[in-house]
């Protein structure tokens, strides 16, 4: 008899040894049912029970290598090494308060071997960042954005943590998300994992055009088709499901953790799709971001990210980092506010912004304000045909094929488009009452028109006057300003703060000789507005800490644009 189980157990170690980790659990398992027969409870039956956890951790099989640990601590509660396999257990499984606590029992034990001692706190630092980040929302993105600069750089993978946020029918929209308190600027709301997700060189601005794009769908289907989740969950079908449905494991009390038979049952949690509820899927609730390497992008399927509908007139943003999608609150929200993103530029006029949305009629409120006005104030249509025109011959034109006659001439079209506007606001009378945002809101329709027409525009002559450039310096503040007020956390605002920065220093650096108070303040102006923004986009930080980044951030700046 002891030379079978000696056997059995030589047989298990050997293959665990060549790394076959399912035929050594299978050996394992003959083991433990010998010893059980032959034998009854003994140290080896713990040895047995502790060894095939291992390959089960191996294999990623979390609950059976916690079931056997368990199995192995009734008879040896203080058996080290399988103490610290059920910390690696529950860590696999999420459940990281329990970790804490493992590991803690662990670290309270006599004489640990130091090599013991180390890896054990180490697993207990990540247990309880993750514990943080999980249920409290705590998560450090100091940082973040520039240590990871490089090609092929992830940054630590943020855990799923579901904040102050419901899902609710909305009578436009269907589902929304739904504030469930106040928020200010810069609060996340939560931060989603994606159920499967896809990493592929940028994809050009077409999804339907590109082939690249089709093999990302694709790819993504078949991952679907093969991902597994340890609380199968999501919104695949129409209903609205409850919010516990999308809540980390660990965020939900032990005695809830199992669904009931119900719950089972709702839409949700189907098991099996056809080939076109999969692409529709994968085409309706596809998330596309960039990642930290400019050349690269994620698409990804997410559940909670893909509820939130799009505003021209946002309050939140998403941010990807890694595979995670960070949602934060770009202005104050008022709770009960429905959640709104931009799922395209907001800053074109109202059919132009319509028509870069997928298949459908915006029903914002900034677009059922623009209809209104449109037809009531033909003088605004008029000069939306003309902001138009001068974009469309202008597209794609590069500031080098221009003389700096038809630059100038250029500078001078924008400034009278926009001094066309603001005397419509003086004149109109139906204009006369409109408030500070909703003005923002007409002014924005044509702000990426006016900064595209800028943009060849800018590239001024070495000959010109300190004025002119103190004047263009202003417009793109404005401009910025503009953005900024439509949706706080403009990545596009940023993006032209960069250039003009740019190309104030570039200046600076050219006439160093000749010292200019006013480009000092203005430059000082552009920090105050990027400071803003980045406070939206990572959160509270001191000014300190902003500025000593910043200059790395502009350089990253573009890399959390989300499409869908
Ligand atoms: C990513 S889903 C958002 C969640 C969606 N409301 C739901 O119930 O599944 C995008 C779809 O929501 C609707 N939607 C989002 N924003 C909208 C808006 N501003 N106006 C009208 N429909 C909108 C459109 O049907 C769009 O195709």
């Given amino acids: ?20 980790w399912a035929e050594a659990a299978g050996v394992y398992g003959q083991y433990i049912d010998f010893l059980l027969k032959e034998q009854g409870p003994s140290e080896q039956l713990v040895l047995g029970y502790s060894n095939r956890a291992e390959t089960y951790l191996h294999l990623e099989m979390y609950a059976d290598a916690l079931e056997d640990t368990e199995k192995a601590l009734d008879l040896n509660p203080l058996h080290l090494k399988t103490l610290f396999r059920k910390a690696k257990a529950l860590l696999g499984l999420k459940l990281y308060q329990e970790t804490v606590a493992v590991c803690q029992k662990f670290l309270r034990q006599d004489d640990l071997p130091a090599d013991y001692r180390e890896t054990v706190s180490d697993l207990l630092r990540q247990a309880k960042r993750k514990d943080k980040q999980t249920r409290l929302g705590q998560f450090e993105f100091r940082g973040l954005s520039y240590r990871h600069g490089e090609p092929g750089d992830t940054p630590s993978e943020f855990e799923t943590f579901v904040g102050p946020v419901e899902l609710k029918r909305t009578p436009e929209m269907d589902r929304g998300l739904f504030a469930t308190r106040d928020l200010n600027p810069g609060e996340i709301l939560f931060v989603a994992a994606p159920l499967t997700s896809v990493r592929h060189p940028k994809l050009p601005g077409s999804i339907v055009s590109s082939n690249l794009s089709l093999r990302v769908g694709a790819s993504l289907v078949d991952r679907l088709v093969g991902s597994t989740c340890p609380y199968p969950r999501g919104p695949i079908s129409q209903d609205t499901p409850p919010m516990r449905f999308f809540k980390p494991v660990n965020s939900i009390p032990s005695d809830l953790r199992q669904l009931s038979t119900e719950e089972l049952q709702h839409p949700t949690f189907r098991t099996e799709f056809d080939e076109d509820t999969l692409f529709d899927i994968v ?44 949602c934060r609150a770009s202005r104050e929200i008022k709770k009960e506010d429905q959640l709104f993103r931009s799922y395209n530029s907001v800053f074109y006029p109202l059919e132009d912004r319509n028509a870069l949305l997928d298949g459908f009629r915006c029903r914002c409120e900034r677009c059922a304000f623009d209809r209104l006005l449109l037809q009531e104030i033909p003088e605004l249509r008029r000069l939306e045909f003309r902001c138009c025109r001068l974009f469309v011959d202008r597209l794609g034109e590069s500031p080098r094929f221009h003389s ?31 408030t500070a945002i909703q003005k923002d809101w007409i002014r924005a329709s044509f702000v990426r028109m006016y900064w595209q027409l800028l943009e060849p525009a800018m590239a001024l002559a070495p000959t010109a006057s300190k004025e002119d450039h103190l004047h263009q310096l202003r417009l793109i503040l404005e401009a910025a300003r503009i953005m900024r007020s439509v949706d706080p956390a403009s990545l596009e605002a940023l993006e032209m703060l960069e250039k003009a920065h740019n190309q104030a220093t570039m200046w600076k650096v050219q006439r160093r000789l000749f010292r200019c108070k006013e480009i000092d303040s203005l430059l000082k102006e552009f920090f105050g507005e990027v400071l803003d923004i980045e406070l939206v986009l990572f959160g509270p930080q001191s000014e300190s800490e902003i500025k000593s980044t910043m200059p790395q951030f502009l350089l990253h700046n573009f890399l959390y644009s989300v499409h869908i």
């Fill in 1 to 20: 008899m002891e030379d079978k189980a000696e056997h059995l157990r030589k047989e298990g170690r050997s293959l665990f040894q060549s790394e076959r």
């Fill in 283 to 326: 085409r309706r609730r596809q998330v596309r971001h960039g990642t930290m390497n400019r050349m690269e992008e994620i698409s990804g399927i997410y559940f909670l990210p893909a509820l939130i509908n799009h505003s021209c007139f946002p309050n939140v943003i998403l941010t990807g980092f890694g595979p995670a999608l960070v």
């Fill in 404 to 434: 700096e006659e038809e630059r100038a001439e250029m500078r001078r079209e924008f400034v009278q488009t926009t001094e066309a506007l603001e005397e419509l606001f003086r004149t109109e009378p139906k204009l006369q009452n409109l």
